[in-house]
Nanobody, 124 residues
Framework: QVQLVESGGGLVQPGGPLRLSCAASARTFISYTMGWFRQAPGREREFVESLSGYGVTTHYADSVKGRFTIGRDSAKNTVSLQMNNLKPSDTAVYYC?????????????????WGQGAQVTVSS
């Protein structure tokens, strides 16, 4: 069983930055695909960005291209999501997710473990 705990959510003004972190309990963390998803009120949970096992491949949604960056610190068993130039449309609950497969994926049903979510609100 893998436990994921997100931190770093909050309120930010449009155009501002915010960084989310996710601490993972997996012993073979480096081999896991790690992903970030988000869910806005009344909408389906959607893919944001992922990093395959061993950091080989990154996938990202077109809506965050050039603004969001996923990172992994294997020594600390953490994965981060650096979000820059935030827009009101980025407002959502953000979820960290883990898949034991190192392949990399944008499909939420391929992730076995989920964090509790962190609220990100972009508003002036």
């Amino acid at each position: 069983q893998v436990q994921l705990v997100e931190s770093g959510g909050g309120l930010v003004q449009p155009g501002g930055p915010l960084r989310l972190s996710c601490a993972a309990s997996a012993r073979t963390f480096i081999s896991y695909t790690m992903g970030w998803f988000r869910q806005a009120p009344g909408r389906e949970r959607e893919f944001v960005e992922s990093l395959s096992g061993y950091g080989v491949t990154t996938h990202y949604a077109d809506s965050v291209k050039g603004r969001f960056t996923i990172g992994r610190d294997s020594a600390k068993n953490t994965v981060s999501l650096q979000m820059n130039n935030l827009k009101p449309s980025d407002t959502a609950v953000y979820y960290c997710a883990a898949s034991p497969s190192p392949r990399g994926s944008m499909m939420k049903n391929e992730y076995s473990y989920w964090g509790q979510g962190a609220q990100v609100t972009v508003s002036s």
